[in-house]
């Protein structure tokens, strides 16, 4: 396979990848570098030179097709106000809600691009994007379902949707407009793509994945990607909408 940086484009890179007879597995290890770099999980979810570090030392330590960067689902949600639990070991968590009424929604307020720890993961991006020139570099950020699922409290989240839609459209609305803008800011610093992790979709049934998750989604994609900027998508159900 040759270099990623023969290829005119990005498209033409992913094209040529999936079209090659050998395939390379792309695991998405990130946060087990910190045994390797003698910190802990905590210190990897703060701190954007470890981060740097790590997404290097996994990418060639497991000979990975493109360098994957950090994200947890917890940092956008925290960026909005939630309250979000450290551990040294684990990956931090969010507890409780911050929307409970159709009047929280309403009221909910997007962040700026930056907040919290989505600062650290965007120079996390940027650092890492110095070091590795033999591969692409991407970025990764939870996805609109499973970011209002946090504002809204995940046990809470399916209920909605069917009782209190409009709460989520209000939720999912404002959750778009600050996923949108902070992939547009990993890509302003030169990143290859971005991985949508959306793994509270999987809970949802078809017709509701679509209206509730994919319709939302593809704003982001529609906005951002394009032929040097690629868009992965993960969804831990088998739920996911095709749209053209």
Known sequence: MRSYNEYSTMNAWI??????RRKVPQPIATFPASYVLGGTVE????????????????AEKYNMRIAMGYMDLSAEAEAFGAHCVYHEEE?????????????????????????????SYLKGIEMALK????????????????????????????????????????VLEKATQFITEY???????????????????????????????CDYVKQIVDECQDENFLTFYHNCGNNAVLQT
């Open 183 to 213: 992939v547009k800011a990993f890509k302003a610093l030169g990143c290859h793509g971005i991985m949508i992790a959306e793994p509270l979709a999987g809970i949802l049934s078809p017709a509701l994945v679509e209206e509730f998750s």
């Open 91 to 119: 990956v931090p968590t969010i507890s409780g809600s911050i929307v409970n009424s159709e009047e929280d929604a309403d009221a909910l307020q997007v962040p700026e691009v930056g907040a919290g720890r989505t600062g």
């Open 15 to 20: 094209s040529a990848t999936i079209a090659a």
């Open 43 to 58: 210190l990897l979810a703060k701190d954007p030179i470890s981060q740097a570090l790590g997404i290097k030392m996994m």
């Open 131 to 170: 070091l590795i020139k033999d591969r692409p570099v991407f970025a990764e950020c939870i996805g609109p379902f499973s970011l209002a699922g946090r504002l809204v409290d995940i046990t809470e989240a399916m209920v909605l949707c069917y009782e209190e839609p409009d709460i989520m459209h209000t």
